[in-house]
């Protein structure tokens, strides 16, 4: 989400949940939380991944989780990834992010966080 433009560590996980059996929806670049949010809904999704490089992380985490919560919907799990400072991460944690992933994660250990959250092996 945001306005940043730096899509790779998105699109690696991406492909890496997929070639570890799971549906993948890669909304793209530039998505708001509201269109994040809805997508999630029609989907009928498991969790949700968001990447964010811009330095808004803390807004946009809080806005979806708040807009999850508004449709009922807070047992969608969030959890994420990107540049994302160690001294945010537990505030990030506080509103309901399930887990942060920062640069140089192994896929490995991303799917099967994903599995463990979504119950699913």
Excluded: W
């Excluded at 070639?19 to 509201?34: F, H, K, N, S």
């Excluded at 968001?50 to 708040?66: E, R, T, Y």
């Excluded at 506080?94 to 942060?100: H, S």
């Amino acid at each position: 989400p945001g306005l940043d433009g730096h899509d790779r560590g998105a699109k690696v996980v991406a492909r890496a949940l997929r070639d570890a059996g799971m549906e993948v929806i890669y909304t793209g670049l530039r998505q708001t939380p509201e269109s994040i949010v809805e997508t999630a809904l029609q989907e009928d999704v498991d969790a949700i991944g968001l990447s964010v490089l811009s330095g808004a992380h803390n807004h946009l985490f809080k806005k979806v989780i708040d807009l999850l919560k508004k449709e009922g919907a807070e047992d969608i799990p969030v959890f994420g990834g990107g540049i994302i400072p160690e001294d945010d991460i537990p505030y990030l944690n506080e509103i309901g992010v399930k887990r942060i992933f920062g640069p140089g994660t192994s896929t490995e250990k991303i799917v099967s966080f994903i599995k463990e959250i979504t119950n699913k092996s």
